[in-house]
């Protein structure tokens, strides 16, 4: 009874919010009070991940679907939406365009294949709540700098960070931390990272210093701000200031209490390993040995399709190594967390149309997942964490094998360990809809959000709507939030 009363008192907010924005009377603001509020909130993004992905990373670890913990029943399950918005002046009056139509979608099978967000858009609607063009990194359509929920979590005291298989500046995660113009500006991206943003764990490859088979080389330097400021990190001597050519840079204060926070920098899997427990520095920079991401790109041994035979980076912490690490240093802080993990080379597999590489990809983001979980039950609880697990988008228009247009198709199963039957349709990402699941505070006031309804998937929420319930939750901040330039 206690619950029914507490999602109806969260839709009469949600009414009121969405179309004041703000409380309406006294009488909403009392009852947001008895809302369920997370302590920590935990978002896991697989790149690129749509239905078939899902389904074919089961079949090959488990033979059967679904096999997830987070697939479980006592977890909400959604579809959403994932299109960007595209702005266009058509005779003087602007107009934006970019939707999903349910009713095209089931029925013409090139329909999902336009009007199709980039990571830069999708990231920013997840963690702003407002769709915007295609290449933003946290820019609105007007050019307008976006509030972050990470930046909402810093106003309430609490800690945050971002993780992710692929370059830490590349678009996921700066998307959850950052604000540029174009995603392409990775060094912009990297110094507004690591000298204007107050994220306290920041964790992605792109080491300068090895190549993509964790082999030392020397690597283009902008994913973590060019060479000079590199250089400097690497010293590890709780530096502040960073005079380079190109200016002086800053570090910021991440825990509140008016000193700069400088970064302490690691790079060996065994460093990661060892962060995973015990007492940690309050800020980290984690940048695994290896260049473009930790696994995808490493290279194959030419008759090995299978996941997993041609030999692993093994120098290289895993996504849940890093997950693990990011968690311990995070948790410190009484006031809680806020931490984005992105599983950000499932999408790259996935544009190569390579099933083996998306199902190994697949699986390390299942197994951050599963440490997450477990760090819930054993040092936490489902009354203060919030799991959301979820995509930016699909990639590869992925379905089972066999009709020349077969809309969605799934996937069909060969077996544990086995490879299953799937035919890719697309070398891009698609306007298909994609899995949202959620468990702890607030994951049912999801049910409240998903508005729409799909022939096939089902109700569907937008990916706006995380951002949304969270800033409801969690309260949006009035403060300023800057570009670098
Ligand atoms: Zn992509």
New binding site residues.
């Given amino acids: 009874m206690e619950k029914i009363r507490k999602v109806f008192s969260v839709l009469i907010i949600l009414t009121a919010v969405m179309y004041s924005h703000s409380f309406a009377t006294g009488a909403d603001e009392r009852e947001f009070q008895t809302l369920d509020k997370p302590k920590n909130i935990i978002v896991f993004i697989s790149?690129?991940m749509g239905y078939n992905h899902l389904k074919a990373t089961n079949y090959y670890q488990y033979g059967q679907s679904p096999a997830q913990i987070f697939e479980q029943p006592d977890w909400t399950h959604f579809a959403m939406a994932t299109y960007s918005s595209v702005m266009r002046v058509r005779n003087g009056d602007t107009i934006f365009s970019g939707g999903y139509n349910p009713q095209l979608a089931s029925t013409n099978p090139n329909y999902i294949k336009r009007g199709y967000t980039?990571?830069g858009a999708a990231g920013t609607a997840l963690s702003t709540g407002k769709k915007t063009y295609n290449g933003s990194i946290g820019i609105g359509i007007y050019g307008d700098t976006l509030l972050h929920m990470s930046q909402a979590a810093k106003a309430l005291g609490k800690s945050t960070g971002v993780v992710a298989s692929v370059q830490l500046s590349h678009a996921t995660p700066a998307a959850f931390i950052a604000h540029n113009e174009h995603r392409n500006n990775y060094s912009d991206i990297a110094r507004y990272i690591l000298f204007h943003s107050q994220a306290d764990v920041v964790m992605g490859a792109g080491n300068p210093d090895f190549d993509n088979d964790g082999k030392p080389a020397e690597n283009n330097a902008q994913f973590l701000g060019g060479n000079e400021i590199w250089e400097m990190l690497k010293t590890n001597d709780g530096r502040t200031v960073f005079e380079t050519t190109d200016g002086t840079f800053y570090v910021q204060d991440a825990t509140g209490d008016g000193q700069p926070d400088p970064w302490t920098l690691i790079q060996t899997r065994e460093e990661f390993q060892n962060m995973a427990t015990g007492p940690q520095p309050t800020r980290v920079l984690g940048v695994p040995q290896v260049h473009a991401t930790l696994q995808q790109s490493r290279t194959r041994i030419e008759e090995h399709n299978m996941p997993f035979e041609t030999p692993m980076n093994e120098n290289v912490a895993t996504l849940e190594e890093m997950t693990r690490a990011a968690i311990n240093v995070l948790s410190q802080n009484p006031q809680g967390f806020f931490v984005m993990v992105e599983g950000g080379a499932v999408?790259?597999a996935?544009?190569g149309n390579d099933g083996a590489r998306m199902i190994e990809e697949q699986i390390d983001f299942h197994n951050a997942i599963n440490a997450a979980v477990e760090w819930v039950e054993t040092y936490s609880s489902w009354d203060e964490t919030l799991i959301i697990v979820t995509s930016d988008?699909e990639?590869g228009y992925l379905t089972g094998p066999g009709e020349p247009d077969p809309i969605y198709q799934p996937v069909t199963n060969n077996g544990k360990g086995n490879l299953p039957g799937m035919q890719w349709h697309y070398g891009?990402?698609t306007n298909t809809l994609v899995p949202f699941f959620a468990k702890g505070p607030g994951a049912e006031y999801f049910k409240l959000m998903a508005r729409e309804h799909d022939p096939v998937y089902g109700p569907f929420i937008q990916n706006t709507d995380m951002a949304s319930l969270v800033f409801l939750l969690w309260g949006k901040p009035e403060i300023e939030v800057h570009k670098l330039k």
């Fill in positions: 790149d690129g980039d990571s999408d790259w996935s544009h988008h990639c891009s990402h």
